[in-house]
């Protein structure tokens, strides 16, 4: 499984788990266009920065059951 990290903010951009890396790649795809339409992308410390700055990377996660 694979998640989606925003490392401009060192949060994780969605709480869904993707199945697989082009999944997760789409949704970073969706991400980024939802900020388009405003110009930028409001970090969490407040920062307008362009869309093209924010940094979204594709994180493989853990499988344990416990």
């Given amino acids: 499984?694979?998640?989606l990290f925003?490392?401009?903010d060192e949060v994780f951009a969605s709480p869904d788990e993707?199945?697989?890396r082009k999944a997760a790649r789409a949704y970073a795809r969706e991400f980024r266009q939802?900020?388009?339409a405003q110009g930028y992308y409001l970090t969490a410390g407040g920062d307008r920065i362009p869309v093209e700055a924010l940094r979204l990377v594709v994180?493989?996660?853990g499988?344990?059951?416990g």
């Fill in 1 to 3: 499984m694979f998640g």
């Fill in 6 to 8: 925003n490392e401009t």
């Fill in 18 to 20: 993707f199945k697989t």
């Fill in 34 to 36: 939802r900020y388009k």
């Fill in 59 to 61: 994180v493989e996660l």
């Fill in 63 to 65: 499988g344990g059951t």
